[in-house]
Nanobody, 124 residues
């Protein structure tokens, strides 16, 4: 079971990035996928999640509607679209998979497998 996060980089404030989480060893219909982020000196926080069925998504209210999560079943990949980026979005972004629940959890302890993270830096 592997999750490979990619798409991070340096972007100017107001810009956009799309992160990808490619999964192998299981199908997206068997797991809930979550995106989390961790800034230096801060705790890991929930960003967005998508249910096993793909019919339910959740994005952290603190993001003000700037982020969206989606998936491509054919590519076994989940995406995090990030728009109107601000310096406070600078963090390492991780995708994770949860087998134990069909529902989206905002708690990192609910997730069983984690990707290696991709770094997003928002700076002029």
């Amino acid at each position: 079971v592997q999750l490979q996060a990619s798409g991070g980089g340096l972007v100017q404030p107001g810009g956009s990035l799309r992160l990808s989480c490619a999964v192998s060893g299981f199908t997206l219909s068997s797991v809930t996928i979550g995106w989390f982020r961790q800034a230096p000196g801060k705790e890991r926080e929930f960003v967005a999640g998508i249910s096993r069925s793909g019919s339910s998504t959740q994005v952290s209210d603190s993001l003000g509607g700037r982020f969206a999560i989606s998936r491509d079943n054919a590519k076994n990949t989940v995406y995090l679209q990030m728009n109107s980026l601000i310096p406070e979005d600078t963090a390492a972004y991780y995708c994770a998979a949860a087998y134990r629940s069909a529902y989206i959890s905002t708690s990192s302890s609910s997730y069983d497998y984690w990707g290696q993270g991709t770094l997003v830096t928002v700076s002029s």
